[in-house]
C-alpha cells in the first residue's frame, strides 16, 4: 500500500502533469524558454535536470548516515513517516508555482524529490524482514504492480478536472496546480495503512544526540563490512550503478523529451503516461515469472538489452504515433527493470539480517548517484550540443557498461531460477 500511497507523487509530479506545467510555465518575460533562476539566466529544461541532480546528490549524502541511526536505534519507521509528511507538504507547496515564482518552485520540487527518494529507502527495507526469498520476487513485483495502478487512478482524475475544468470555471494551469496537492493527500493519506501495519508500540520515543548519530555511523561501518564480504553484493552494485543510470534517466526526461522534441501537447503526453504505467503491470509480473524461469542475473541482462534498443528507437522518433509505440516498449520493461533490482538485492542481503535499512542504503546511494549522473550528463550534453536527442543516443554507454559488468558478475544460488524451464 505504499507503493500505492507513494507513486502517485512518480507518476503525476515525477513523470506527467508537472514535467509538462513545467515546460508551459518555466519560461522567461519575452517567451523564451530562458528563466531567471536568483539572477542567473538558465534554460528551463537544463534547470530542470540540474535540480534533478542535486536533489538525488543530498540523499546521497544524508541517506546512509539517517539509516545507520534507523537501524541503531529501531526507528525506520519514523524516518518513512517522518519523509512522508515532508513530501506531502512540499507538493502542496507546488500550487503557488507560477511564471512569477519558478524558482521558489524549483525549492518545493527538489524537496519533494528528497522526500520521495529518502521514504522509499527505508520502505524498501521492509522487504528481507517480511518476505522468504522464495517469495521476494514476486511480492516486490506487486508492490510496483500497486503502485501502478494506484497512480493511474489518481492521475485520471486529475486528468479529467485538467480537460473539462473549464465547465466549472478551473482552467487547465488551476487544475494542474490542484493536481500537485491531491498528490500529497493521497501520498500521506494511504500511506497511513502502511504506518499502522508496521507500528511497533513498545519502541521508546527516539532521543536524538550525538551518541546517536555516533551509533549510526558505526552501523553503517559494520554493515560497510558486510557488503564488501559478500562478492555477487559487490559484483551487482556497480552493474546497476551504470544500466540505472540510463534507466532512471529515461524515465525522468521522458515527457521533456516528448514535449520540447517531439512537440506533443500536455493531453498527448499524459496518455503517454498513462499508458506506460499500465503496461508497466503487466511487464511487473512478466518480469517476475521469467526471473522464475531464467533466473534474476540473466533477465536482467535481457531487460538491458531492450533499454539499449529504446535508446537507438527513441533517437529515431520524430512523430507522436512513433513516441506511442516507444512508449509501450518502455513500460512494458520499466516496471520489470525496477521491481527485479529492488529484489535481487534483497536476495542477497544475508538472511535474518537485523540492519536491513543500512543494507538498502547502499543500494539507495548506488541509485541516487547514478541518477546525478545520469541526468547531470544529460543535461550538460543538451547544453553542449543544442540538442536533446544526443542526450539519449549518449546513455547508451551506461547500459552497455551495466550489461558488462552484470555478466561477469560472480554467481549466487539465490538469482538462479526457482521454476524449471518445463514441467510435465
Known sequence: MYDWANSSFALTIGSAVFPAYWGATAIGADGSDTVSFFGYSITASVLYSYALSIAFLWMSVTVPLLTGVADASKRKLDFMRFFTYLGGFSCAGLFFFTQETTQYAIIFFVLAYISFGSSIVFYNSFLP?????????????????????????????????????????????????????????????FAQISFKALHKSDLPPMNWSKQT??????????????????????????????????????????????????????????????????????????????????????????????????????WNTYNANQFYGLAVLVGFIMGGSQSLSRST???????????????????????????????????????VTGSMRNSILGLIAFFALGLILLVVMPNSKVLKPVLPLSSK
Open 129 to 189: 524482514d517480511l518476505v522468504t526469498d522464495d517469495k521476494v520476487d514476486s511480492v516486490s513485483a506487486r508492490g510496483f504492480s500497486m503502485g501502478y495502478i494506484g497512480s493511474v487512478i489518481l492521475l485520471i482524475l486529475n486528468l479529467a478536472l485538467i480537460l473539462f475544468g473549464e465547465g466549472i470555471g478551473i482552467n487547465a494551469a488551476l487544475a494542474s496546480r490542484i493536481s500537485f496537492v491531491t498528490v500529497g493527500i493521497w501520498w500521506v493519506g
Open 213 to 314: 548519530l555516533l551509533s549510526g555511523l558505526n552501523e553503517l561501518k559494520l554493515v560497510w563490512e558486510k557488503v564488501k564480504a559478500i562478492e555477487t553484493m559487490k559484483g551487482f552494485l556497480p552493474a546497476y550503478f551504470f544500466y540505472n543510470m540510463g534507466i532512471q534517466t529515461i524515465m525522468l526526461v521522458a515527457a521533456l523529451f516528448g514535449e520540447k522534441v517531439i512537440h506533443l501537447k500536455t493531453q498527448e503526453l499524459i496518455t503517454v503516461i498513462l499508458i506506460i504505467q499500465l503496461i508497466a503491470i503487466i511487464g511487473a509480473r512478466a518480469t517476475s515469472f521469467a526471473s522464475s524461469k531464467l533466473g534474476n542475473k540473466l533477465t536482467l541482462q535481457l531487460l538491458i538489452l531492450v533499454w539499449i534498443v529504446i535508446c537507438v528507437l527513441a
Open 345 to 383: 538485492f534483497a536476495k542477497l542481503i544475508p538472511d535474518n539480517t537485523p540492519d536491513t535499512a543500512s543494507f538498502f542504503s547502499f543500494f539507495d546511494v548506488t541509485e541516487k548517484v547514478s541518477i546525478v549522473i545520469g541526468t547531470a550528463s544529460y543535461g550538460l550534453v543538451e547544453a
